[in-house]
């Protein structure tokens, strides 16, 4: 029986497949800012694109730091939930499901910013030109639904955020959907989170950064799992076979 | 109201009798939860269940669903299950306001009437 190891993680940030994030966003200063926070588990989770995923696995490599390929999904409703996979091919399934749920729309850099792919070092490879940034025609639990059916993880986004957030835009936390766990943002502490919905007791919860430049990365989240995938994020937020989340004040 | 937009009733029919107090627009949730008053008439583009939950919670008179949006077949299922008349039209949120307002519908903090 393999033995569970504690794993510092940063499950939401963004790269320049982002039309919002920054120039600094490539992989190989986010891996550079991820040792130097400590953090073991990174998750790439780009709005509609898993395209950078593997240029930021491929620079974290060398320095022995995990990441999972992630998405960040617009529900209609406008909320944000990230969407986590285990499998190349399935990432890229579900980035072709998603873009027909898009609509249909080119990009306006001049408006939104560039959404560029790069490489393991950071050099351009091609420009998405696909509006990415706006919603899907999908709502929350469609979206949970299709989750749940392909197997994908999906956790509600920064939470405590004024929009695009389940409790802004929806109100209170949906009964029609089983949620394996929200995401809190860096602005908050669990325990405020908590005071200010108490309906989160109980759920596992994890801090991200949602960084879209450098220094928001954040390595608050401390995972206890078997190995760095999905499915065990999964069990760590539901506390299952002795995985485990706890979100640690300022390290 | 129903009669005279018109809009559609996709759940709720037998509860159309409450008396209507205001109105009040958003597709965001908290702030509905926030800023409408017992018996509004609330316009949202939003079909998710929550706004069954939410509007009963408040206790509106109806909510109405603008721009033909889908509703999620649960909505209108809590909905029933609730008393909260759901209602549908094709027009935009703006232009249901204008109507509603022609016939006399106050928003929660309009002055006195013109």
């Given amino acids: ?251 | 109201m129903v009669q005279a937009v018109p809009l559609k009733v996709l759940a709720g029919s037998s509860f159309l009798d409450r008396p209507v107090t205001g109105g009040y627009a958003s597709d965001m949730l908290s702030l509905v939860m926030a800023g409408a008053k017992a018996g509004n008439v609330w316009v949202t583009m939003q079909g998710h269940p929550n706004v069954a939950a939410v509007a009963s919670l408040l206790g509106l008179a109806a909510v109405v669903v603008t721009e033909d949006s889908p509703v999620d077949p649960a909505t209108l299922q809590r909905a029933e299950e609730n008393g909260v008349p759901v209602l549908a039209t094709g027009l935009d949120t703006f232009s249901l306001v204008a109507e509603l307002a022609r016939l006399g519908v106050r928003g929660v903090r309009s002055g006195p009437g013109s």
């Fill in chain 1, 1 to 251: 029986m393999n033995s569970l190891r504690p794993i510092f993680a940063d499950l939401h940030l963004h790269t320049v497949a982002s039309a919002c994030a920054e120039v600094e966003m490539i992989p190989p200063l986010i891996v550079r800012r991820a040792r130097e926070l400590g953090i073991e588990l990174l998750a790439v989770t780009d709005h509609h694109s898993v395209e950078n995923a593997a240029a930021v696995q491929e620079a974290a490599r060398a320095v022995g730091i995990e990441v999972l390929a992630g998405m960040e999904v617009q529900t209609r409703e406008e909320v944000h939930v990230v969407c986590y996979f285990d499998d190349t091919v399935q990432a890229e399934q579900w980035q072709e499901m998603i873009w027909k749920r898009l609509p249909g729309m080119a990009n306006r850099p001049e408006f939104f910013g560039e959404q560029y792919v790069v490489d393991a070092t950071g050099a351009y490879v091609r420009t998405n030109e696909r509006l990415l940034q706006t919603s899907t025609d999908l709502s929350f639990d469609e979206l949970f639904w299709l989750a749940e059916q392909w197997g994908v993880l999906a956790v509600p986004a920064h939470v405590d955020r004024p929009r695009y957030s389940l409790f802004a835009n929806l109100g209170v936390l949906p009964e029609t959907v089983r949620l394996p766990g929200v995401e809190i943002s860096r602005n908050i502490a669990p325990q405020e989170a908590l005071r200010r919905f108490p309906s989160l007791r109980g759920l596992g919860m994890v801090q991200s950064g949602d960084a879209h430049r450098l220094k928001e990365m954040t390595n608050s989240t401390l995972l206890k799992l078997k190995e760095p995938t999905a499915q065990e994020v999964r069990k760590a937020l539901l506390g299952q076979e002795g995985r485990s989340v706890k979100i640690l004040e300022e390290r």
